[in-house]
């Protein structure tokens, strides 16, 4: 048993499939985008109810290209195959900066899986740091 368990393993982390794509943390990523904010229903339905849902703001990364995101071997973080825009949850380490907003920028950091009511994207990014670019698109 041990050893088809270590050969699927190997088989899955070898594959061309998941050859390019990012790693959660505590992998340190760079990507870049478009930074936007948006309106998104909050508790207590989390857009089941509109007219009594709260109203939460929150800040995306438009990618510049779309990623693939590699499960993790904990099992905690999935496999995301495709996206084109992660949430973007700054604390107070690498606080937002609203210079940013609507700004192409170059923003490192680490990835997680969505957990909460309050993730609309299926990986998110901490972002430790965030560049605007200059003349680069």
């Given amino acids: 048993m041990k050893f088809v368990t270590a050969h699927l393993w190997l088989l899955l982390t070898a594959s061309p499939v998941f050859a390019d794509c990012l790693k959660y943390e505590p992998s340190k990523v760079t990507l870049t985008g478009i930074i936007h904010k948006r309106i998104d229903p909050g ?3 989390y857009g089941e109810n509109p007219k009594t849902d709260s109203k ?3 800040l995306y990364l438009h990618l510049d290209h779309a ?5 993790d071997l904990s099992g905690e973080n999935e496999a995301v195959a495709k996206t084109e825009m ?7 380490k690498q606080p937002f ?7 192409h920028v170059s923003v490192t950091g680490t990835l997680f899986h969505a957990i909460t009511g309050h993730h609309w994207t299926p990986a998110l990014i901490t ?11």
Avoid at 127 to 137: A, D, F, M, Q, Y
């Fill in 97 to 103: 900066r609203h210079g940013w907003l609507n700004q």
């Fill in 67 to 71: 990623v693939c995101v590699e499960a």
């Fill in 43 to 45: 508790p207590p339905g």
């Fill in 127 to 137: 972002p430790s740091e965030t560049h605007i670019l200059k003349g680069v698109r």
């Fill in 56 to 58: 939460e703001e929150h």
């Fill in 86 to 92: 992660m949430e973007m949850v700054y604390f107070v």
